[in-house]
């Protein structure tokens, strides 16, 4: 008898197995939309110096865009002032997140409100503090500069936050700093509610100091959680552009750079290369580092 | 005992000045926001305005001086629109992933994380492209849509992570009594998870009223714009009031704060595992 001619048996495993492709396909559609065709339609434009007249044809420049990127004095410009940027705040945005969380971890009075008020700055939009800060460290009647300058008379004139490239790249990076180090703080401060509290009595009783505790206890137990903080803010801020774009023309992250390319000088070819340079650079690193990890724990 | 008491105080007072650093831009805010015009730009500056004024806050309110409440409008649908989706796709998909049988599931995984890595800026480009072929520049849906590429893959791991808590023991009881999958989700897995969508949608509502690449790129029409990119605008204009502009500003923060304080507990729990996680 022919088997196609029964009736298909449905059981239960199959049910299931159908079902779960179903809920998953919106997710798989969307994804397929918006980030793989687009990343895909990417590394095509980037051979293409496409037209910006969309009715007319985009002509075809093999490694050209390539080329160009690799010889553009911008681009290696901008990937310093990338990786300082995101050695700075990352580092700093860590340790201070991380201090923050240290002190975090006792009960004192008003200890919710603190940590509610710790986290403001990484709430608010960005746009808002932006505008905050652009008026806290403007040259005319910014209060950072009277503080500086008449108040407690460290500098002896208003240093131009805005104008000159390395006080810019150092306001960036203080913005960044203040704006993100709760997220450290929050993952730092959960993992150190994790260790477990007899560990420290049993070191109190074996006469361990502050600092052997804090060396010996709680430094391992956090450090998986730092070196999450440190991957994640890394690739976050590598790709930065909206914090610096707003506050200051001076600093060029390569985010800015691109965006410049893109959509000031029109060159989207140009752009869409950096675009795949960039995700190279990310995934070279992440790679690495997996790999590198892999090879420890064996 | 005294040198523990002096330590605990010299603690609290540390803890204070952290505080009070964090938050003294937004008190510059407030207290900006709240300056007649002539303090604003005063000098030497002013903390706090001597005569509060709210004038600020009402020219912001008035459409005619002001257009923040078609901003606050489009952000509310840009912002809403991407959270509802983000959270209905998500959850559908994050429970299949955690208590069904997907064919490639391993793959499908280990694909969503490699999507991390995708920043916004690095699709901007094509989506550009995309968009103005489909005829969808200048319109609040392209926003919409390329929010979801930052917030999709993170609420698939959230919703996931918090899914895989629930006991599939709870599932299998409600099976043998005759429901459905579908019905077991609808009924058990959601009511139980209204913690961690409640999070997801603010954390996607948070990432969408917050986006100025994308709003700066898709729109043109001022009728259409979003709080960040209306307000950078007007802010470029030369005509601004530092105090309207510290009014618009605190207003354009209420909100998220405000949802963001009413699931703090659950959205920083899942933050962190998921963080963890990844």
Redesign the interface.
Known sequence: MNQATLPPIKTLEARNRRLGFIFVLPALVLIGAVILYPVGYNIYLSFWKPALNPAKPDTLVGLGNYARLLSDPEFYASLGVTFAYVAITVAGSTLLGGAAALLMNRRFPGRKLARSALLLSYVSPVISSVFVWIYLFNGLYGMIDYVLVDALKILPVAPQWFDNPALSLVLVCLFDIWRVFPFALIMILSSLQAIDSSVYEAAAIDGAGPWTVFRRITLPEILPVVASVVTLRSIWNFYKFEDVYLLTKQVPLIGVYLYRTAFTVNDLGLASAISVVLFLIIMGAVVALASRNKGERV | MKRIRLK?VL??V??TL??LA??S??V??LG?ALKPSAE??????T?WPKRPTLEHFADVLKPAKFPFSRYFLNSLIVAGSTAL?AV???S??A???AK????GKKY?LS??FV?Y??????????????F??LGLYDSRLAVV??C??ST??AA?SMLGNYFKTIPDSLEEAALMDGLT??QCLWKIVLPLSLPAIMSVFVYVF?IA??D??FAS?FLSDPEKMT??VG??QF?SSKDYV?GR??AA??L??LP??II??AV?KSI??G??AG??K?
Not at chain 2, 40 to 45: E, I, K, Q, R, T
Not at chain 2, 120 to 127: A, E, S
């Open positions: 605990n603690l609290n540390l803890v952290v505080v964090a938050v831009p937004f510059v805010m900006t604003s730009v005063a000098y030497p500056p903390l989706i209905v796709v998500g559908l998909g429970y299949a992933f069904l049988p997907v064919p499908l694909g969503t999507v890595m995708f920043s916004g800026i690095l699709l901007v480009v094509p989506l550009f492209r995309i103005t072929a849509i390329a979801l590429v999709l893959p698939l999958r579908v948070m009223w917050n100025f690449l790129i709080l960040p307000l950078r802010f530092w502009m510290m500003s605190l354009t923060g998220v704060v963001f304080a703090e920083t729990g933050l962190t963080g963890v990844s």
